[in-house]
């Protein structure tokens, strides 16, 4: 009879799996490797004596997937920041974009609490407040607002995003969690295809002991908006969606000469932050360029 598990890691066919609080090796067939199987898919598998090894005989569906790096069934992602290196803001908005579209609940994380100012807390606040689930301000030095991520990770599968040196291998080292160690998989590295070789490709999930699931993935490239439509992105930028549908027109564009634009009048009362607002219409404009291109218009 098949189990059900949830997939820790791939690598090649070897597969990590979680289920009833501990790992199992499984293999996975070729048909379901070319469906992409990727770390936090649930799957279905059962021991195959002919093989002496569990074997995955099932994909099940997923409820939101990213790509590069491969990882579903997301609840939660934590855009970690910190004043070193200074944050592109204009990556984060896109980001926040592609988490709105597959439906994943986002929060901002400003690391690094022992060393940054006071301004530049106040300024992730005021460009963000309004975007984001919430804002965590922490340090994994002396795990100082630790807690408040814990509480919000427990039971969720999250992932952390953001550029190298903001502080998310401290912040797992701060929850003491044991990476699985890639020898644990047995993975079989050909001397030809040297399958395993770079292993920083693959994202991995790690298990808390206080019953969180966090992504370790080698850096996120949400940055593709092929599917967007220019008019649909508004819905994605919260802050100003709550008074684009205030607008007098429906077909508004939010720009500064649009009479009756209920988001030029926030922007114009110091609601909206102008800052947002000129990387939205920046977002805007290279999608509905891109849109021009792709169909030669």
């Not at 090894?53 to 990213?66: A, E, F, G, P, V």
């Not at 649009?258 to 000129?278: E, P, T």
Request: hydrophobic fraction near 35%.
């Amino acid at each position: 009879m098949a189990e059900l598990g949830r997939v820790m890691r791939v690598v090649g066919a070897d597969v990590l799996l979680y289920n009833n609080n501990q790992t199992i090796k499984a293999l996975c067939p070729k048909q379901l490797k070319l469906q992409g199987l990727c770390a936090g898919d649930f799957v279905e598998y059962m021991y195959d004596d002919s093989i002496n090894n569990n074997l995955i005989t099932n994909l099940l569906q997923r409820k939101n997937h990213i790509d590069r790096p491969t990882i579903s069934n997301v609840d939660n992602g934590f855009i970690v920041v910190s004043e070193v290196p200074q944050p592109d803001f204009y990556i984060i908005d896109k980001i926040l974009v592609n988490l709105g579209i597959e439906k994943i609940t986002p929060f901002i994380i400003i690391s690094k609490l022992d060393i940054i100012t006071e301004n530049f807390i106040n300024i992730i606040k005021s460009q963000y407040k309004n975007c984001v689930q919430d804002i965590i301000v922490l340090s994994a030095l002396n795990k100082e607002g630790l807690e408040q991520f814990i509480e919000v990770t427990r039971g969720k599968v999250s992932v952390l995003i953001g550029q190298s040196a903001v502080g998310k291998s401290s912040l797992l080292n701060a929850l003491g969690i044991e990476k699985i160690k890639t020898d644990t998989i047995a993975l079989k590295v050909g001397k030809k295809r040297e399958r395993g070789k770079n292993t920083t490709k693959n994202s991995q999930l790690y298990l808390t002991d206080y019953g969180a699931l966090i992504a370790d993935t080698p850096g996120f490239k949400m940055l593709d908006l092929e599917d967007l439509e220019p008019n649909e992105l508004t819905h994605y930028f919260p802050d100003i969606r709550d008074y684009a549908v205030k607008c007098q027109y429906s077909d508004c564009t939010h720009l500064p000469d649009n009479q009756g634009c209920q988001v030029i009048k926030a922007l114009n009362a110091g609601k909206i932050s102008q800052d947002r607002y000129n990387r939205y219409i920046r977002l805007k404009n290279t999608i509905l360029k891109n849109k021009r291109k792709n169909y030669g218009k």
